[in-house]
């Protein structure tokens, strides 16, 4: 199986910064997209930001100029750089990734459990 870990969630005050990051483990043969979604209360939950494997970046209109999405592909991870908060960021944070487990040749997605991210005004 594979597990995908986020860390950094957390209260800040509107303007502050906040990092997370999500780190992917199991039996993985290759990750190929990353990304970074989010879901506030009574919402669906939306694309933040994705990164490919080969570093090609996408950000929702709401955040260009403010978040940064990267990834070390190797040690699999995937970090989310947040400036400028604003207290509409505030939801639960998910990453994904797109991954081809050992012996399993076939893309599947996953999800980490998520991370809250609070932004006061």
């Known amino acids: 199986q594979v597990q995908l870990v986020e860390a950094g969630g957390g209260l800040v005050q509107a303007g502050g910064s906040l990092s997370l990051s999500c780190a992917a483990s199991?039996?993985?043969?290759?990750?190929?997209?990353m990304g970074w979604y989010r879901q506030a209360p009574g919402n669906q939950r939306e694309l933040v930001a994705s990164?490919?494997?080969?570093?090609?970046?996408k950000y929702a209109d709401s955040v260009k100029g403010r978040f940064t999405i990267s990834r070390d592909n190797a040690r699999n991870m995937v970090y989310l750089q947040m400036n400028s908060l604003k207290p509409r960021d505030t939801a639960v944070y998910f990453c994904?990734?797109?991954?081809?487990?050992?012996?399993?040749?076939?893309?599947?997605?996953?999800w980490g459990q998520g991370t809250q991210v609070t932004v006061s005004s």
């Open positions: 994904n990734a797109d991954v081809v487990r050992i012996a399993h040749p076939a893309w599947e997605t996953y």
């Open positions: 199991g039996r993985i043969f290759s990750i190929g997209a």
């Open positions: 990164v490919t494997r080969g570093g090609i970046t």
